[in-house]
């Protein structure tokens, strides 16, 4: 199983939305195929698999991720193809979150007498895809949000510069976090500030796969739709969602409809946008993972309402002092109770550069 976890890893950059999956059969105490899923719409990791032993798994066993997929999706079901392979048994990491599996592909093996082994390393497995499991089981895609500092805590000049803080390895580790995720998530204010492009800049090779680089969609919220579609991010290849509170047809009519899609949200109470319900209609999109990379208002409400999963600090070795620019705008927290505790789960250093992945309490 440690073996179709290391296979699946292979499709990490490039299986969106799909789930990252591997498998590897083993025969008479050999591993004789192994494959994983590689790109949406491709085969399943238990199909390269299969294909490799031409589809006789007789007396074997098949060690998978996941559930083997019960339904009709852009590929046929997997459970079906195992079935006629005939493997004694099948061993699977987790069963699929999603409610058109959730163990109706266990189920179709047992009563097809095959045995089924499950939860084998469970926890390494659902390290895959924690966008995938969070979107099916609660509606919501997974969000990462990246941020860079100073030493003493500051992110940008007092005039809004802010390139770079971060090292070159630190930025070049951004490219790795970018092209896992599903979706980068920015604001217009950051993208006229940075002239932002917010996309992935490394090659295939870079990324140890066949198959092209995948861009993922820019997200950006524009609440008052500030943006041109003359920005530099216009320019370059990918999908681009602009969220805002504006209806205006002649702004709206300024972007290209082949590429950029503007959704137009209903107001909060407050005149800004739901990012709940932004998020959650990134769900229905089809979005698993979100990476963030903005500014501290932004980063700050989805902290505060408590929309991270995951917090990705790179700290550089250098004072910008205290009429700089902060990390998270939160408000006045007058007592330390109100305060917002972190786990740090894990620190490494990251070129002259610490970074820093944490979770909210």
Known sequence: ????????????YSTHPNPRVGCVIVADGQMIAEGFHEFPGGPHAEIHALDAINHNARDATVYVTLEPCSHHGKTPPCVDALIAAGPERVVIAMQDPNPLVAGRGIQRLQENGIEVITDVLRHEAEQLNPGFIKRMQQGMPYVRLKMAMSLDGRTALANGQSQWISGEQARMDVQYLRAGSSAVLSSATTVLDDVASLNVRLHSDQLYQQVPVRQPV???????LKLTGSENLFELPGEIWIFTLSDDAERIARFDPATVQVLVMPPTDDGRIDLREMLEKLADLEINEVHTECGATLAGALVKQRLVDELI???????????????????????????????????????????ITATLE
Do not use: T
């Not at 820019?218 to 008052?224: K, M, N, T, Y």
């Open 1 to 12: 199983m440690a073996q179709a976890i290391s296979l699946a890893h292979k499709g990490y």
């Open 218 to 224: 820019r997200v950006i919220v524009d609440e008052q």
């Open 313 to 355: 600090i790179y700290i550089a070795p250098s004072l910008l002092g205290d009429q700089a620019r902060g990390l998270f705008d939160l408000g006045e927290i007058s007592i330390m109770s109100d305060k917002i505790q972190l786990s740090i789960d894990d620190v490494r250093r990251i070129g002259d550069d610490l970074k």
